[in-house]
């Protein structure tokens, strides 16, 4: 028989909420996040309104939302009931505090017509919500024995991997707003028209140049971090970890490129979102690991220092 554990429930939301973000980029970038109108719960004033066209595709997008937020609740009932840790506990209150916000920002995104800047904070908090479900994944019955060994540079791997998720979560902003105010072709893949950076009244090519400029430091950051990693002999868990992430990012950069010489083309710009939250989640599971890992590290010292501070006295 097979039992919804905690860490198995906890995945299928990850997965959940992974499909409903990439969804929700298709819907923004199909133009279909009116469909409904400006109503919300209902749908054109219906709570199962006539499914065709863009009012299916925005419906569709608020089901899977139900099914998301019914996932979490069931998350959090079972952590409350399990004997996990008060830490675990709290992550879990605070996963389901975030849901509340999102829930609240997407209705607030559709009542006042998609403004841009609610609708990047509304992706930004989607983000933060799918680390806490990685989080809760990666600490909830995970063997001690297969997390990577500590080395002395473990303050310097999290604070690296800390600036990456940073540069990540603001190229992901600038992204989303440069989509929603139509910046996309601002300027193009290399260049802003007659010179390589935008001029000062070009308003929609800075931000989209802000976007790319983001991009590019978290693409080069990566690459150099991925070969200091071996360099210094880091955990080998990581090193896998870190040439995933340099693979998937330079595999983002081609479709961002490929995204504008097609005039923002429907399936590229979704397969572009895809991609990059795919990102963000690898390096976010790593820079968990690798925080688990290394307050492991710190607890047995402690342990360690007081069984000593004991056999002395």
């Known amino acids: 028989m097979c039992i919804l554990t905690i860490k198995r429930l906890a995945f299928m939301t990850i997965l959940l909420t992974y499909f409903l973000i990439v969804f929700g ?44 937020v019914l996932t979490s609740v069931l998350l959090l009932v079972k952590i409350v009931q399990s004997k996990a840790t008060p830490l675990i506990r709290i992550v879990g209150f605070c996963m ?20 841009a800047i609610i609708v990047s904070t509304h992706l930004i908090i989607a983000m933060i919500y799918l680390s806490s479900l990685i989080w809760i994944w990666r600490t909830v019955g995970e063997n001690k024995r297969h997390r990577p060994s500590i080395t002395r540079n473990q303050k310097s791997i999290l604070l690296h991997l800390n600036l990456i998720l940073i540069l990540l979560l603001l190229t992901l902003a600038f992204g989303a707003y440069t989509k929603h105010e139509l910046y996309g072709l601002g300027c193009g893949w290399l260049d802003c028209g007659p010179t390589f950076l935008p001029n ?76 990059g939250t795919l990102l963000f989640s690898f390096v976010t599971e790593a820079r968990f690991v690798m925080g688990q890992a290394s ?14 501070s004991k056999t002395e006295v």
Not at 96 to 115: E, F, N, R, S
Not at 211 to 230: G, P, Q
Not at 295 to 308: D, F, N, P
């Open 25 to 68: 980029g298709y819907v923004a970038s199909s133009e279909s996040g009116m469909g409904c109108g400006p109503e919300w719960p209902l749908c054109n004033g219906e709570v199962i309104p006539t499914l065709k066209g863009d009012t299916l595709i925005e419906f569709s997008h608020r089901v899977i939302g139900a099914f998301l």
């Open 96 to 115: 389901m505090g975030l849901l509340v916000v999102q829930v609240l920002m997407g209705a607030i995104v559709v009542i006042l017509d998609l403004p």
């Open 200 to 275: 000062a009244e070009n308003g929609p090519g800075i931000i989209q140049s802000l976007h790319r400029l983001f991009a590019i430091l978290t693409a080069i950051y990566l690459f150099v971090l991925t070969c200091w990693s071996f360099i210094k002999k880091w955990p080998s868990q990581l090193q896998w970890r870190l040439i995933l992430a340099s693979i998937t990012v330079l595999v983002q950069l081609v479709i961002g490129i490929l995204t504008i010489m097609t005039s923002l083309d429907l399936s590229w710009a979704v397969l572009h979102l895809a991609v």
């Open 295 to 308: 307050l492991e590290s710190k607890q047995s010292k402690i342990l360690v220092g007081k069984t000593s």
